[in-house]
């Protein structure tokens, strides 16, 4: 990539992340003032001074605003999981893909909008987006340790793993309220080291001796 292009790419993205901020702070400020139901996609682009069509091209529907760019997250999480050679360690990998793509949602970039989307989530029209959210980052990283260990993504190693892990990412976003990136991290870097010291892999897999067989190994995996 030549240094020319690269002022262009960056005023885009640049342009994205205005667009996006827009929106979310026009979905927002309707949603407080009206109500989630009472509020149309056709309100919230007038208020952001865009079309349907430019909404659209960030978000599926009005419940995913208040989630920012999280889809574009989602997949940059895929493809860094996919990317990775087959490790003996996969704790840390996954471990430091989620951090890195957390700490990077675009609702931490305005720590007041922030505090303002993540109040929304428990909202009766947003519960569900939000679960089906976790629902989906959960399922990337099953299929990661699926591929490390070399089973089925039903396997319930893979899935109880996923489940816990995930726990700690939504702890640091749903707890932070305020605090921005550094906060989320820290709070995700805190629950992960709890898991490598106090939990370490969980095995559900086979007989009672052969759990405790790979206690240790576990162990050693989350070092």
Not at 12 to 33: G, I, Y
Not at 75 to 88: D, G
């Amino acid at each position: 990539m030549s240094d020319a292009r690269t002022p262009r790419q960056s005023r885009r993205e640049q342009n994205k992340a205005r667009t996006r901020h827009a929106l979310m702070r026009a979905s927002v400020e309707l949603f407080e003032d009206q109500g989630f139901e009472d509020t149309t996609v056709e309100q919230i682009v007038q208020r952001a001074n865009c079309s349907p069509r430019t909404f659209y091209r960030y978000f599926r529907a009005k419940e995913d605003v208040l989630f920012g760019d999280q889809a574009e997250r989602l997949e940059l999480l895929r493809q860094a999981l996919a990317a990775t050679e087959q490790s003996e360690k996969p704790f840390q990998v996954a471990r430091s893909a989620l951090i890195d793509q957390v700490v990077g949602f675009s609702v931490l970039e305005d720590p007041e909008l922030e505090a303002r989307c993540i109040e929304l989530w428990s909202l009766p029209g947003v519960r569900g987006r939000w679960a089906e959210i976790v629902f989906d980052w959960e399922q990337v990283v099953t299929e990661y340790l699926a591929r490390e260990w070399k089973c089925t993504p039903h396997a319930p190693d893979c899935r109880i793993n996923a489940m816990i892990w995930l726990s700690i990412i939504r702890m640091a976003l749903v707890g932070v309220q305020t605090g921005g990136r550094d906060r989320v991290r820290a709070i995700a870097e805190k629950g992960f080291n709890f898991i490598a010291e106090e939990i370490g892999l969980v095995h559900l897999s086979g007989s009672e001796v052969q759990r405790r067989a790979t206690e240790a190994h576990s162990r050693r995996a989350c070092s």
